[in-house]
């Protein structure tokens, strides 16, 4: 909620540019990109340049071509772009955002309910996959996207205008069975009505789909229950001019932007609140110094080639022991946890993640992260 402190907070005032970082923001972000390479050439460019760099041609709408002299070359910003886009790095950063930000407000870290929607959109002269939308006359693809109660981004899926809401739904869900297993009740308008999608569903899993219909007696505009909720996530995104258009050739560029596009979306970037190690957060003395995001910076050496997401969670479960000063004694209780905070899809693969950690985190790692509490916060086994 915009109040008077909050819009003094995240003012833009003090950048170069709008569209650049601010030292909180870049605290959230730099755990989740990439470290550099030990026996490579050393980087000639900050990360962070790179990013805002990515930032300002978001927000702005301009070609690659007329990016500015004091970002580095549009060359090198168009390859950590497309690279970050084939190892699906901007999806991990808005899963790990999207947890962050979900238990900064006192939820579980995986949402159980969501809200989807579509927005047809005109494509450019850069050609390919492109349809025609009957129902909006518009002719380029569909931003399918999937949020949760609060209007985080989920999930989103590009295709051809052409595919109708009820035929894209089930090519949403069926990409968050995994990630997001306790997520089965969903919220919809009139478009999704209908035994076709109930049955695609139903192949799938166990869904229920919720119909949120206007009523036929209001006049005028009339904010609806959950829907506003994704209406609002998408008037977000399009403060982005670059997605005023789908300017991309390949659907793959396209659902990139708009992954991007949502770590400026609501609320986010105030993920930093938890990180009680970042220079500007103000928490809880109960949580570990290093916080969640640093906790998953440290642990990286330890879980080797895990994922980001896997070391989030692992970090995660971490934080909750320190919070209450508790002691993790064997993987059965990294396990519990995990299920409890729905992190893991089930038992077994809780106890695939436990053994990695005990056996593998050295002890000066695991004390390293809560010294507050001192070293008997973690045992290993």
Known sequence: MWTDTTRALHARRGLILPSDLTDAEWAVLEP???????????????????????????RGGLPWRMLPPCFPPASTVRRWL??????????????????ACREMTGREASPSAGVIDSQSVKTAESGGLCGYDAS?????????????T????????????????????????????????????????????????????RRMGKWTVEI???????????????????????????????????????IASATAWLFIASKD??????????????????????WSPAGKTGCAAILSPALGQAMPTEKFFVATIFSSFARKKRSLHSPSDFASVGRKKRLTSSAAASQAIAPIVFRRVPFNHATSLCPAHGPAWISAA
């Not at 886009?85 to 790990?96: K, S, Y």
Request: glycine share 6%; aromatic share 8%; charged share 30%.
């Open 82 to 99: 497309y690279l970050w886009r084939e190892t699906g790095r901007w999806l991990t950063m808005n899963h790990v955002l999207l947890m």
């Open 136 to 148: 909006k006359k518009v002719k380029g693809r569909k931003r399918h996207i999937l949020t949760d």
């Open 150 to 201: 609060e209007g985080n981004l989920v999930h989103a899926v590009i295709h051809t205008a052409d595919i109708q809401d009820r035929d894209g739904a089930p090519m949403v869900l069926r990409e968050i069975i995994r990630r997001f297993p306790w997520l089965r009740h969903v919220f919809a308008d009139g478009g999704y009505a209908g035994d076709k999608l109930r049955e695609a569903l």
């Open 32 to 58: 989740l990109l990439p470290p550099a390479s030990h026996v490579a050439r050393p980087r000639k460019w900050p990360m962070r340049r790179i990013v805002e760099a990515i930032l300002f041609l978001l």
């Open 212 to 250: 949120i219909k206007r009523s036929d007696t209001a006049k005028g505009f009339e904010a609806l229950p959950r829907r506003w909720v994704v209406e609002r996530t998408l008037a977000w995104l399009n403060r982005n001019r670059r997605l005023a258009k789908d300017f991309e050739q390949t």
């Open 265 to 286: 979306v609501g609320e986010f970037l105030q993920a930093t609140d938890c990180i009680p190690g970042s220079r500007v957060s103000a928490t809880s003395e109960s």
